[in-house]
Nanobody
Framework: VQLQASGGGLVQTGDSLRLSCVAS????????MGWFRQAPGKEREFVSAMSWNGARTLYADSVKCRFTISRDNAKNTVYLQMNSLKPEDTAIYYC?????????????????WGQGTQVTVSS
C-alpha cells in the first residue's frame, strides 16, 4: 500500500477531525499532495493540495477558512485538519500523490490514490 489514509469518523456539526495520510517515501518526496472527497451519488471533488515543500496551498471554496492542509516530510505524512464540520462535508476522503511538485486541483494530476476514509457529519 503506497498511501494509507486514516482519521475519519462520525462527528456532529461544528466538531473537528484530523485526517492523516502516510505515503511511501518514493511517491511522497518531491511531490505535491492532495485531498479529495466523494459523497454518495456525486463525483469526486477537490478539497485541498499542498506543494512538496509546503510553500503553496490550494483549497476548494467550500472548505476555505475551515480546513487546513499540512505535511511532515520527515514522516511522509500529509494531514487535513477539518474544523467547523458541516453535514455537507460528509464523504469519503481520499489522499493522493501528485505527478509533480506543486499540487493541483485536478484529479488527473495525481498518480497515486489512497483507499479513502469515511467522514460523516450529523446535524
Amino acid at each position: 500500500v503506497q498511501l494509507q489514509a486514516s482519521g475519519g469518523g462520525l462527528v456532529q456539526t461544528g466538531d473537528s477531525l484530523r485526517l492523516s495520510c502516510v505515503a511511501s517515501r518514493r511517491i511522497f518526496s518531491n511531490n505535491g499532495m492532495g485531498w479529495f472527497r466523494q459523497a454518495p451519488g456525486k463525483e469526486r471533488e477537490f478539497v485541498s493540495a499542498m506543494s512538496w515543500n509546503g510553500a503553496r496551498t490550494l483549497y476548494a471554496d467550500s472548505v476555505k477558512c475551515r480546513f487546513t492542509i499540512s505535511r511532515d516530510n520527515a514522516k511522509n505524512t500529509v494531514y487535513l485538519q477539518m474544523n467547523s464540520l458541516k453535514p455537507e462535508d460528509t464523504a469519503i476522503y481520499y489522499c493522493a500523490a501528485g505527478r509533480g511538485a506543486w499540487g493541483s486541483s485536478g484529479t488527473n494530476e495525481y498518480a497515486y490514490w489512497g483507499q479513502g476514509t469515511q467522514v460523516t457529519v450529523s446535524s
